[in-house]
């Protein structure tokens, strides 16, 4: 690990500071799971299926928001719920210095990356994570530029939060599997649920209209390169790990649903 931290400019420390996983969970069991396996033997602070996540013993501490929705800014739930972290960390005693990620289910962070934040000395107070994105499974390889996920060394005043805070990527952090799920209805929820309740129109749920929604991107260059098909990939290289060990169980996920 000291040779690790040494190529990223950092210092090995003499031992290994406390990580916390900070996540918004709705409907990715799969992917909840697989990010819980990728990220252990590492401390993780979850009343259904509670069950499913008991190799994680008593590391996942969970709290359910019982904030009211608004249907005409969806996004200001999704605002409240993320000020709600707060409180929960507090609750799974989080201490200045501890190393808090900071992202949604489906941006996994990498046992790498989980170990330079646990061991390094010199990591920025907050560093993005630069996360491999996919759309659909991951045979389906869009870039690079999923970066909203971070991590902080927690200090007071930390704020659980989704987007830019400063300058600093860590390259190749993980990866970001956006829309993977298993079934229909899967999506059908997703598509329904507060933050794309601006896609809620007739038309959309009709089927009559799929196409008005431009990829969100910032840049004109961005938006063209997301506007055709996306080129499939058959390599299950750097994938998280628990997904090729239960292979079997997540076939969906892998390229050509072997």
């Not at 000291?2 to 950092?10: A, E, M, P, Y």
């Not at 989980?114 to 991951?138: I, K, M, T």
């Not at 055709?228 to 628990?242: E, T, Y």
């Amino acid at each position: 690990m000291g040779v690790l931290c040494k190529l990223h400019g950092w210092e090995l420390r003499r031992s290994p500071r406390r990580l916390f996983d900070a996540v918004l969970f709705s409907n990715e069991l799969d992917l909840l799971e697989i990010r819980y396996r990728e990220l252990l033997p590492h401390p993780l602070f979850f009343e259904e299926n509670q069950s499913r996540f008991r190799f994680a013993g008593g590391k996942i501490l969970s709290g359910a928001f019982a904030g009211k929705g608004d249907r005409r800014d969806p996004f200001t739930m999704e605002g409240q719920q993320r000020g709600f972290f707060a409180s929960l960390l507090r609750r799974a005693g989080v201490a200045p210095g501890d190393a808090v990620i900071m992202s949604d289910t489906d941006e996994i962070p990498s046992q790498h990356t989980a170990a330079l934040l646990r061991w390094c000395d010199g990591v920025p107070p907050v560093l993005h994570l630069e996360l491999r994105q996919y759309l659909y499974s991951f045979e389906f390889p869009v870039d690079s530029g999923s970066w909203r996920a971070t991590a902080h060394l927690f200090r007071q005043g930390t704020q659980y939060r989704h987007s830019r805070q400063g300058e600093l990527l860590l390259a190749d952090a993980g990866w970001h599997c956006s829309f993977c799920f298993r079934s229909i209805e899967d999506f059908v929820f997703k598509m329904r649920a507060y933050s794309h309740a601006d896609r809620d129109t007739g038309d959309h749920l009709q089927g009559e209209d799929l196409f008005d929604m431009l990829p969100e991107e910032y840049t004109f260059r961005e938006l063209i390169k997301k506007m055709g098909p996306i080129p499939r990939s058959s390599s299950a290289v750097h994938l998280p790990s628990s997904l090729i060990q239960n292979a079997d169980r997540f076939q969906y996920l892998l390229p050509g649903d072997v």
